[in-house]
């Protein structure tokens, strides 16, 4: 809980976490305020590439969270930044939704429709208009030895009634099966790339930032194993059984993100 103290920079799961699908969790009203008066700085955080920062800000402000689309990053984010540096301009074969296509097009990269055009990468968000034809340019093309990479690893979106989807991690099973390649690179949580954003727009240190959500093996698991101070609520799909019976362990664990201000 000392720890918690020292935070300058709280990053925020979504859903499970600050809402249950259209409903806000309790004590989240007024949250932000009370957290921004505090002089802390926040980000919502989330691995679903299948919208863009203007719908996630129009969620949130629906609900009452007084976001900007600066104060939302999306994996899509992380995987721009790493290519914007490492790759600019690359032309990329890519499975994704229209709102993922035209931030990468926006960011200067040029996009492949087919096996004859030449494609430097193939990059997989959660493609929620995939198509067989899509799925085998992709694996024809990673099969001929293209490099490819993932936006994120998870494998189910949780959807209104407790139900979910396929998300890209079944997307990338069903790759692997096909070409017996993973991913090069998964730019979501739990992995260091939305870390290194954070770290390059921010300027504070991993000891002052601390990852909040409800899921252990995206959440809790990107702060442990990204230096950052790990903050289970037990608001979402986690529960205390899950962590005694588990090999992830939480450094901080509250009933409600909202605890937090008790501490700070």
Do not use: W
């Not at 809402?19 to 004590?27: F, K, Q, V």
């Not at 997989?124 to 992709?138: S, V």
């Not at 986690?238 to 009933?255: F, H, Q, S, W, Y």
Request: with cysteine.
């Amino acid at each position: 809980m000392e720890r918690l103290k020292k935070i300058k920079c709280f990053l925020f799961d979504m859903d499970g976490t600050i809402n249950l699908g259209d409903t806000l969790i309790p004590g989240m009203e007024g949250f932000f305020e009370k957290l921004t008066a505090a002089g802390k700085r926040y980000y919502l955080l989330t691995n679903n590439s299948s919208k863009n920062h203007k719908q996630y800000v129009t969620q949130m402000m629906r609900l009452g969270v007084p976001v900007t689309e600066d104060d939302i990053i999306i994996s899509t984010d992380a995987f721009l930044a790493y290519m914007v540096k490492h790759r600019p301009g690359a032309r990329i074969f890519l499975l994704a939704m229209p709102q993922m296509e035209d931030a990468v097009r926006n960011a200067g990269f040029t996009l492949t429709k087919g096996l004859e055009d030449e494609t430097d990468f193939v990059v997989l968000g959660f493609d929620q208009t995939l198509t067989y034809d899509k799925m085998m340019i992709a694996c024809r093309l990673i099969d001929r030895g293209v490099p490819y990479m993932t936006t994120h690893p998870d494998l189910r979106c949780p959807i209104e009634g407790g139900e979910f989807v396929p998300d890209t991690g079944a997307m990338i099973a069903m790759i692997k099966a096909a070409t017996g390649k993973p991913p090069a690179i998964i730019f979501g949580k739990p992995y260091r790339y939305i870390v290194d954003l954070v770290l390059e727009k921010t300027g504070f240190k991993k000891e002052e930032i601390a990852m909040v959500g409800d899921r252990l093996g995206t959440d809790m698991d990107f702060g442990l194993r990204n230096g950052i101070l790990s903050v289970m609520v037990l608001t979402g799909e986690a529960t205390m059984e899950n962590v005694e019976n588990g090999p992830v362990k939480p450094d901080v664990i509250l009933p409600y993100a909202a605890d937090i201000l008790k501490y700070i």
